[in-house]
């Protein structure tokens, strides 16, 4: 079985500022790793997918992640963050080669203030 | 292609009462999956689809919950004799299948049932 742990539930972060989400997975078997944001009240929107490959992952909107299969880790990161990037963050991963269902983390409230 | 829509996109019900939600995928896409997401939480893994076959069911998805996919085309997902513990945002989301694409699943704008 799978578990995702996002590490905080809150980050408060300043217009122009860096931030980095942390997430952490556990997992027997490898693994496919996601990041997704939500706006209130909408669905998921995909942000960057790690399926094999390089390690640094690039998505939209200026996010990177790093998959670190020895810290089990797939931390999101921008460094400069947006007031319109205020959302809900969710990392999710997936047993690799099944397409199979995804499990998701608590996710993580980013807020940017001016 | 418009993506995957969802209808209704809110629901208030009374307890007890049956109610069915709607999910068309991507037209493409042969993988269907549903989730439940509360407030203040992660969506979690509901059911999902190979084309019509139900290959998966959670444990959360108890005997009141069912799901179909007629023509593995769009799908339904009917409560019946709702709680107020089912009240959640109820998110679809579709996929290519192995060998037809990349993964990655598409998700829909959900449809939040409210139980009173």
New interface residues.
Partial sequence: AQSVTQLDSQVPVFEEAPVELRCNYSSSVSVYLFWYVQYPNQGLQLLLKYLSGSTLVKGINGFEAEFNKSQTSFHLRKPSVHISDTAEYFCAVSPSGGYNKLIFGAGTRLAVHP | DTG?SQDPRHKITKRGQNVTFRCDPISEHN?L?W?RQTL??????LT?FQNEAQL?KSRLLSDRFSAERPKGSFSTLEIQRTEQGDSAMY?C?S????GQG?????????T?LTVT
Wanted: aromatic share 24%; hydrophobic share 20%.
């Fill in positions: 995957v993988r999956y989730y203040g939480q992660g969506p979690e893994f999902y998966e998110l989301a996929s290519p299948s192995p990349p993964y990655e699943q598409y998700f829909g704008p959900g939040r």
